[in-house]
């Protein structure tokens, strides 16, 4: 008796053909381009390496899009954009060791942020794999141990026959919820020596979907419906799941007041009548969703920032959807639900009751009018209009990334996305200078519209040398760069702690000259001029940067009270 997959498993004569007659001149960097393209990936980031120059040389028989950055670290924050913004894995290639060993920090940020980073090593040749101390170049006893702490899972390839499954199986990792970078690493030899395995075609790498026990979710449903005062936050999850319309449909239903989280912005209209936004860090929001009895937390683990630096101590019942298990209840108790996002919210909607609240959008204005009464009060009024110039002149639905720099600690709590999965910064690890190689990669994958990129100096001096990537390729990124003379929130931070600042103060360069010697165009502007300058950069194909030489403060913390 014949399945019908037993016939799907036989070959086609012109299969057979082409399998038992492969082109010459390839090698194992071939079948690394090949897997990848059979896996649907389009554009792979990097920066080429002695080791894995047989990646490299295969991808020009390939159709593969490269786009080479300037740093490791630098590439590795392009493809986490890059994986930000389509929703796809982002190939990254990489060297052996030092370029290897330059790039964690950023896996540590597509880590924190779950974006799907696949990124693919060179290693030293397999003879000296084990932990011997050969003297190879590059030479680490254990390479991969490096980024076991940080990457979702880590393949180690020994043979050209391991290439296609390894990286099917990286690949499957880095899309199943919750989405992250994973590690394949291949010998030097491996990648360099002649094949004559058959060409790599389609290849099956479908991420299982992680889905929520419905008995679960009926005790959810129950809890919502039934609740007198119900609060939802929402975080990263859900934008990266593509769930604001649920969650909106969802909150509407039940009447229910949303906050957003700095990595869930977008995640709901920030307008809405059921809107509180993002203001976390304030006592006001603090003290109502504290008052919630029962909160559903939708997409978050309620860590530092999103608990309000863990001053936030839930009284009622906590509903928790969390699609990363180690996150599921890791700082509150609550009844917690392991899926994804966008299939818990499908399965509530289906089971909660519609519930009539004639008072939610009223305290919702309530909460709002304090938190505004509380900034008002400090006096900021250059910062809320350096902000607001911002959002007048980034055309609505383009992305903006922010680099850890006070504007962006501002942005998180007070900028109006306008849109899902629009605004993006490096809050998760919080390391320093992602806003402008993470605009090179969304610039890449969407190249129909102008991307903003926000840093401090500070910030910016980390990734000055992808002025030239944006250049070479084209790309259509305006840089603002906030210049404060130096390291301006660890000034702050410093100066409130021990009375003066160490070791915050930077020489820097003219940045408008710098750019213009890329080949960018450079301006200076002021908080009056911004917005006009801001706004023509934006409006201008190719890259800029908008230099604005500002001192800014952030606003008094309430969790320190």
Do not use: C
């Amino acid at each position: 008796m014949t399945h019908d997959h037993d016939l799907e498993l036989r070959p086609t004569a012109a299969q057979t053909a082409a399998a038992l007659n492969p082109p010459p001149g390839r090698n194992g960097g071939d079948l690394v381009v090949e897997t990848l393209t059979g896996l649907g990936a389009t554009t792979v980031f990097g920066l080429p390496g002695q080791h894995a120059l047989g990646m490299f040389d295969a991808l020009r028989r390939s159709s593969l899009q490269y786009v080479g950055l300037r740093v490791e670290n630098n590439a590795g924050f392009a493809a986490d954009a890059y994986g930000r913004i389509t929703g796809e894995a982002a190939p990254l290639l990489l060297s052996t060791g030092p370029g290897a060993l330059t790039s964690l920090a950023a896996l540590q940020e597509a880590a924190a942020a779950s974006s799907p980073v696949l990124a693919i090593s060179s290693q030293i040749p397999t003879a000296g794999l084990g932990g011997g101390r050969h003297g190879y170049l590059h030479e680490l006893p254990d390479q991969q141990a490096s980024f076991r702490g940080v990457v979702k899972s880590v393949h180690t390839v020994r043979s050209q026959s391991q290439i296609p499954s390894a990286i099917a199986a990286a690949w499957e990792s880095a899309l199943t919820a919750p989405h992250g970078p994973v590690w394949v690493e291949i010998p030097q030899d491996v990648l360099l020596a002649e094949t004559a395995l058959p060409v790599v075609t389609a290849m099956d790498a479908t991420p299982e979907d992680v889905v929520p026990r419905p008995e679960l979710t009926a005790v959810a449903a129950h809890l919502l419906s039934n609740a007198a005062r119900p609060a939802i936050i929402a975080g990263g999850g859900v934008v990266r799941a593509d769930a604001s319309g649920k969650l909106r449909q969802l909150a509407e239903k039940l009447n229910a007041p949303v906050v957003t989280t700095f990595g869930g912005k977008g995640a709901f209209p920030w307008e809405h009548p059921l809107s509180l936004q993002s203001w976390l860090e304030d006592r006001h929001t603090t003290d109502f969703l504290e008052d919630a009895d029962v909160l559903l937390v939708v997409g978050s683990g309620l860590g530092e920032l999103s608990s309000n630096y863990h001053t936030f101590k839930p009284r009622g019942r906590v509903v928790q959807i969390e699609a990363d298990l180690g996150k599921l209840e890791s700082n509150h108790p609550a009844l917690g639900i392991h899926a994804d996002a966008r299939l818990a919210l499908s399965a509530l909607i289906e089971t909660v009751s519609d519930r009539e609240d004639d008072t939610a959008a009223e305290r919702v204005r309530t909460v709002l009018a304090r938190v505004g009464e509380r900034i008002a009060a400090q006096e900021l009024t250059l910062e809320q209009d350096v902000l607001a110039s911002v959002r007048r002149a980034l055309p609505a639905g383009s992305p903006s990334f922010w680099d850890m720099t006070i504007l962006a600690y501002w942005a998180w709590s007070a900028f109006d996305p306008r849109g899902s999965n629009t605004m993006h910064s490096a809050q998760g690890a919080g390391g320093l200078g992602y806003g402008f190689p993470a605009a090179v990669g969304a610039a890449t994958a969407d190249p129909t519209r102008p991307v903003l990129a926000v840093s401090g100096d500070g910030g910016a001096l980390y990734s000055i040398a992808e002025l030239a990537t944006a250049r070479q390729y084209d790309l259509n990124v305006t840089w603002l760069i906030v210049d404060d003379g130096g390291y301006g929130i660890l000034r702050e931070y410093m100066t409130d702690a021990f009375g003066q600042a160490t070791a915050t103060e930077l020489a820097r360069p003219d940045y408008v000259a710098l750019a213009e010697s890329f080949g960018v165009p450079g301006v200076r502007t002021t908080p009056e001029t911004l917005e006009t300058d801001l706004s023509k950069a934006l409006a201008t194909p190719g890259p800029s940067v908008v230099l604005l030489p500002a001192v800014l403060r952030m606003f008094a913390p309430t969790h320190l009270e």
